[in-house]
């Protein structure tokens, strides 16, 4: 393959425990659809070229629901981060080019984000380009580490952190662009001694600059874009910020909605302009309204088309059985 190639490894091995439930974690639905779909649909429209998913806790789910939307590497044993990436190496041994690293639980991460972020290492002609966020409470993501110049020193993970480090606002989204020959370097030394026991994926970025290879970071604009889920609260607040970029380009599209905190509308919903939704309307699946409908109050529609001018009467209830 060319060097302008590029190869995205989704990280989907997780056991989600905190969660609570019997499915895997990235398969919890966002809107009525599984997230680990986001990452993927957001990955093809950035112009990635293969996309391999890792997978280990109740893998079997998490393929029935990949199918043929990109390839398969199981860790069968979860050992951390460095290690599921490892898994996928034996897919990529002919390859060479860039690799994305993402997470299949963070749902909100745009195609231009990942564009954004593939832009930012060919610009620095750096062996890896590391996505990095500033928050006002980074609670328990690892920080990142600057010389006084401003040069990225590493990675260090929360748990193994000293009370300074902790004080750090830059910390790492958990997703980064490589040039494939640097990571499976990087990736062959990694060991398990820290805290955790585990092979950090951020160990690599420490192995590089060790030697003297060029890391970066990339800074990216909204932090809401890698709001991650490890809980159900985590859950609710990534719902709520999808269901708000997504209202929010309807109403600029010329849709009217009424009571916007009591509506909801799908990621796949097609609404024409003008058109109305009243109080409590549900919009889901590939639900299409042509222009100046009036909708409900109090409707839901699923894999629904109507035409232009169409009114839906209050209380109804239109779709297929599920």
């Not at 193994?160 to 640097?182: H, M, P």
């Not at 955790?196 to 800074?219: F, K, M, P």
Request: glycine share 8%; proline share 4%.
């Amino acid at each position: 393959m060319s060097d302008s190639a590029i190869t995205a490894i989704v990280l989907a091995a997780g056991q989600g425990t905190r969660m609570k439930t019997n499915i895997p974690k990235v398969l919890h639905p966002v809107l009525g659809e599984p997230m680990l779909g986001y990452v993927l649909d957001s990955l093809n429209e950035s112009g990635i070229d293969r996309i391999i998913v890792v997978v280990g806790h109740m893998g079997e789910q998490v393929i029935d629901f990949v199918r043929d939307r990109a390839e398969i590497a199981w860790q069968k044993e979860r050992l951390g981060t460095g290690h599921a990436v490892k898994c996928a190496l034996p897919h990529m041994e002919d390859f060479n080019g860039e690799v994305i690293i993402t997470c299949g639980d963070a749902p909100l991460v745009s195609a231009q984000c990942f564009r954004n972020l593939i832009q930012a290492r060919r610009r620095a002609r750096s062996s890896a380009v590391v996505a990095t966020m500033e928050l006002p409470d980074p609670k328990h993501y690892g920080r990142i580490t600057r010389d006084r110049d401003g040069n990225v020193m590493g990675i260090v993970e929360f748990k193994d952190a000293s009370d300074e480090q902790k004080l750090i606002r830059e910390v790492n989204t958990g997703t980064y662009c490589f040039q494939s020959n640097w990571l499976r370097e990087s990736i062959a030394r990694l060991n398990a001694d820290n805290a955790q026991g585990e092979y950090y994926l951020t160990d690599t970025i420490s192995n590089l600059l060790e030697d003297g290879r060029r890391v970066t970071a990339h800074l990216v604009e909204d932090p809401t874009e890698f709001l991650g889920v490890n809980d159900a609260l985590d859950l609710s607040l990534v719902e709520e910020a999808f269901s708000k970029r997504i209202k929010h380009k309807h109403l600029t599209d010329g849709v009217i909605i009424e009571e916007i905190g009591t509506v909801r509308i799908g990621p796949h919903v097609k609404i024409g302009t003008r058109t109305r939704l009243r109080p409590g309307v549900i919009l889901e699946g590939e639900t299409v309204l042509g222009e100046d409908c009036v909708i409900g109050p109090h409707v839901m529609l699923r894999d629904v088309s109507l035409p232009a001018r169409a009114q839906v009467a209050p209380h109804s209830m239109i779709g297929p059985s599920r």
